[in-house]
């Protein structure tokens, strides 16, 4: 019996792992080749200068006191705060008004029209936006000018970009958290949801007390990703730069400044530098997330 055991386990386990490295291994390579490899040069530009040799913390030093580098991040910094807390907020909400429909034609409809948004490519919603946003053409140009002002070039004034970005983040990304949300509330055991109710909880008290805390790891992880997508705004102020021919800077976001080191000055080490120093920040707040979210805690 157990030399029957044992050669059914030497004939069958070696394939699982051998399957699964398989499976994984394309995005392995894709990993490495546009991830690893990638942040590993950045980080030897950082550290360096142009002609190679090792510089120290210089290139962080000199981009910080760049007089566009701390505007930049407070920028960036606005944009994350508000957008974070809008979709969390607003993504939660949804998906629970989904979860709530009886109908199952209701909850197949809300999904799909949640998820249609998030299909356009980032520079395709930024120009759909955009004519959304001129007071002149736009469908809804009664809420724009009572909002944010009666032209354009008033409407994408520098202080209203953090709210546009965050309208334009929400209208692309959040129908696709929505349906995992969705799914996740429907993970749920029902036998948990039924004691609330017999506990007398209504539907808010089940969602703020029950649904909302066994979510927190989706939560955390939404979280995560939507930061990391977050630091590295680019397209968004660059193509409304362009349309406000020079009303908006070049240099909103990091990204845009690292880009203008590179392109513009030709300075890939300092281009390197401000790149580190989002990736420092994006992993720092994650693993912040990770710690007070318990995203890999066994339940």
Known sequence: MSVVATHARGRSGPWRPAAGHVFVSGYVVLLIAFGVAPTVYALYLAFTDADGRFAGIANFVRTAQDYRFLSAVGHVATYLVLWLVTLTVLVLVLALVVHRLTSRWSKAALRFVYYVPGALAGASSVLLW??????????????????????????????????????????????????????????????VIEAAKVDGAGPVKTAWRVQLPMLRKWIVYMLILSLAAGTQLFVEPQLVSQASFGVVGTDYSLNQLAYLYAFDQNDFNGSAAIAMDLLIVALCCAGLFVAKGGLFDAD
């Open 130 to 191: 955009l004519f959304m946003l001129d007071p002149s053409v736009s469908p809804v140009d009664g809420l724009v000018r009572a909002l944010w002002g009666d032209t354009l070039v008033k409407v994408i004034a520098p202080g209203h970009l953090p709210w546009i970005f965050t309208v334009i983040a929400f209208w692309t990304g959040a129908g696709g958290w929505i349906v995992v949300m969705y799914g996740a509330l429907n993970s749920i055991p029902y036998t």
